[in-house]
């Protein structure tokens, strides 16, 4: 598990760029993995508590199904900072430095959204391929 720190997206994306180029799976579904799981974590230590510890939780999935493939990303903290901090798309303008982060991981994703747990939260998203070619080792 990560530390609840900005840092810890740069090694997340790392890591899980070469899980996945361990696995062939193609370039252009591992850059749009590394913009999701670079938003989902930054906005985990920017919006919400750590896990107990000082940590993150950190998941993935990859799968191959009849339609194609799909990586599913989980993050889990220790829920928002603040009672009005549910994450949530804003309206934040192009040019701003904040607040677009989840409306690029609705774009991106499939699917997201959001599951509170004991004792956090957590953020998910779900992307699928249909066209690009996966070997799973």
């Known amino acids: 598990m990560p530390p609840h720190d900005p840092r810890s997206a740069a090694a997340v994306r790392r890591e899980l ?6 696995r062939r799976v193609s370039a252009d579904l591992t850059d ?3 913009i999701l799981v670079s938003e989902l974590v930054g906005n985990a230590v920017r919006y919400a508590n750590p896990l107990p510890g000082g940590v993150l939780r950190i998941a993935w999935e990859l799968a191959r199904n009849d339609e194609g493939h799909e990586v599913t990303l989980r993050v889990t903290d220790g829920g928002a900072i603040d009672a009005a901090g549910f994450p949530h798309q804003m309206d934040a303008p192009l040019d701003s430095e904040t607040g677009r982060g989840l409306r690029i991981v609705a ?3 499939s699917d997201w959204g959001v599951d ?3 004792p956090g939260q957590s953020v998910w998203a779900v992307l699928r391929r249909k066209s690009t070619p996966l070997e799973v080792a």
């Open 32 to 34: 749009d993995v590394e």
């Open 107 to 109: 774009t991106l994703a």
């Open 17 to 22: 760029s070469r899980e996945l180029g361990a």
């Open 116 to 118: 509170t747990e004991a």
